[in-house]
Structures are given as C-alpha cells and as structure tokens.
C-alpha cells in the first residue's frame, strides 16, 4: 500500500475527512489574538496575545497554504511544525520573536492546521519541502532562518541543502534528519510507519472512538519522566490543538498517516547526503527539551555532529521546548541571529 492508496482508504472508511475547501490566495491584516490558553501563557513574559499578522493564502500546485506573517527586521524566522500539529506550536514562541522587532512566518503544510487538504494527493517529506519553497517564493524572502520542530527538521534541512544562500542560519527543536542510535519513533507514528501494522492503524483510526484511544495513548507515553508543568503544557495547550487537528473537517488524518508511511523511506534518503550538512558552514543552533524520550539528549547529539560548529543548547524541557520554555527558545534564536 503506497502514501496515495492509504489517502484513498482513509477518505473511503473513515469519518475523519470530507472534501477539500476552495482554493483561494488572498491577504488579510488581523489584530491580536489570544493564545491558545492554559499553564504556558504565564511563562512567556508579556506574551498574552498573539501580535497583529498578515494572512495569507499561498498559492500551491492549484491548492492553497495558509500562513501568518508578523511583520518586522532582519532575516525571517520562518517557523516549521511537526506532525501531527501545525502552525500553533509557535504560539508562545512568536511574541518573544515579535517584541524584538523580528520578522516572523508560520504557516501551515499542506493537509494540516487551516491549509487545504485535498484529498488524493501525495503527502510526504517531498511535498513538505514543496511548501516550503511555495511560501518562500510568495512572500519573496530572500533571507531567511528556518527554525524547525519534529518533522518540520527534514524540509527544513533539506532546502538549506538546495538554497544555501538564502540561509541566514537554521535552528532545529527536538527533530530529526537521518539514523540517529538512540531515535524513538513514537508509537502512534510507527503504528503508520510499519507496513505489517498500517492496515490494523487505519481500522482504528477509522472508528472516532479508537482514534480517541490512540490520542490518549501517546499523549500519556510523552508524560512519562516529565515534569508537572510539562504534562499541564502537553494536556492544556498540545492535546487539544492535536486533537482539532484531527476532529476539523477536512481532517488532518490523511496527510499524517502518508506521512508516517514516509518516515522510513524519507530517512533512507537523508543518510545518503546527511555528509553534506558539514560542508554548509551556516550557523547551526539546536536547541533541545532534554525530557524528550523519543528525539532525546542522544538524538541531538549526533545530529549535532553533521553540522560544522552546531551549538547544542539543552533546556528543562519536553518534546515542546517552544511550548515549555519560549523565552529561553527565543533568547538563543536572538542571541544567534
């Protein structure tokens, strides 16, 4: 079964898509909002709303990307979300990186958050990339800091390698690239990502109660050894922004279950140039929750060892450092930029 055929299946059996929206590519200015809520707010020093923003809806292969632009100086942080999240991972994280007069881009990839998710396309690490260029070619950035998280590492890594000189510096939180000996691949993601157990995956996902389940399930395995302020992070402000991700409609579920399928094939790929990433010589800082059980302490340490001079900065925090610590996130993405 390839990416294409379990987007198929997913959209015959399964309650968690519907028909894609209309494409659309427009521009509105929005005053500010309030964050997503909860524990994380009051450890963001004066970050009790989201700053005013550009919106915009970026053209892409007849489909659309929804992205925020929060206007200010000096390269652009261009902001990459995980699976299976999207761009309100960077909630707490964006007014440290706006009160220091930043310009500032989070968006959407295609098939998550508020951008469209046609359905019969094929979701993957290559697609994702695809965004990536889509965006910073509708916004004309011609300097740029890619600051990725989870999955968002693979894009952001891989058009550094295809657009060095666009590149003011590249900042990677709890992510991946290539084997890294001490990798976990967390459970709901293998459950995808093994093709003896994808079918069995998408039989549960396909009952709203069973996908309720499997939520839950991995939401607890991210809380073990963490602290309590992590876990209220997780519960209040992760959840349920994960949640929604799935119960909008259309659904997230198509784009994360292809690009689980992706996963292996994706990181066979990137061990065949991660030698590359020494010869970048562009500033590199990683910046790591250390309570990460699954992209953990070991994980940054090797990729730390593909890049020439990439500073690790380890934080008192979980898979979210941008959630749990976002001054902290922000003081090293200023320091270094």
Not at 63 to 85: I, M, N, S
Not at 187 to 211: H, V
Request: proline share 7%; no cysteine.
């Amino acid at each position: 079964m390839n990416r294409r055929e379990i987007v198929t299946g997913i959209g015959v059996t399964a309650a968690w898509l519907v028909a894609p929206s209309s494409t659309r590519a427009m521009v509105e200015k929005h005053l500010p909002e309030n964050l997503l809520g909860g524990v994380g707010a009051s450890q963001a020093k004066g970050s009790e709303s989201i700053p005013p923003f550009l919106e915009h809806r970026v053209p892409r292969e007849g489909h659309f990307l929804y992205a925020r632009e929060y206007e200010g100086k000096g390269p652009t942080f261009v902001l990459l979300h995980g699976y299976p999240d999207n761009l309100h991972i960077y909630d707490l994280l964006i007014p440290v990186l706006v009160a220091a007069g930043r310009n500032v881009v989070a968006f959407d990839f295609l098939g998550f958050g508020a951008s469209e998710k046609p359905a019969g396309i094929d979701y993957g690490f290559k697609q994702q990339l695809g965004d990536l260029h889509a965006v910073v070619d509708f916004l004309k950035l011609d300097s740029i800091v890619p600051v990725a998280h989870d999955a968002g590492g693979v894009a952001a890594i891989n058009f550094t390698l295809s657009k060095p000189k666009l590149i003011a510096g590249l900042v990677l939180l709890n992510t991946f690239y290539a084997d890294a000996p001490t990798l976990r691949i967390p459970e709901l993601i293998e459950l995808f990502s093994l093709p003896q157990t994808r079918a069995f995956g998408l039989a549960m996902a396909s009952d709203p109660k069973q996908l309720a389940f499997l939520l839950r399930f991995q939401q607890l395995q991210f809380e073990i050894g963490v602290s309590q302020a992590q876990i209220d992070v997780i519960d209040k402000l992760v959840q349920p922004l994960i949640f929604n991700n799935f119960a909008q409609q259309p659904s997230a579920g198509p784009a994360f279950a292809a690009l689980a399928a992706d996963l292996r094939p994706q990181i066979a790929v990137n061990n065949l140039q991660v030698s590359k990433l020494a010869e970048l010589g562009i500033p590199t800082t990683i910046v790591w929750g250390k309570s990460d059980a699954y992209l953990n302490v070991g994980v940054a340490q090797d990729l730390a060892g593909h890049f020439n001079g990439a500073s690790v900065q380890l934080l008192d925090a979980g898979h979210w450092p941008q959630l749990d610590r976002p001054d902290d996130v922000g003081r090293y993405l200023l320091t270094e930029r």
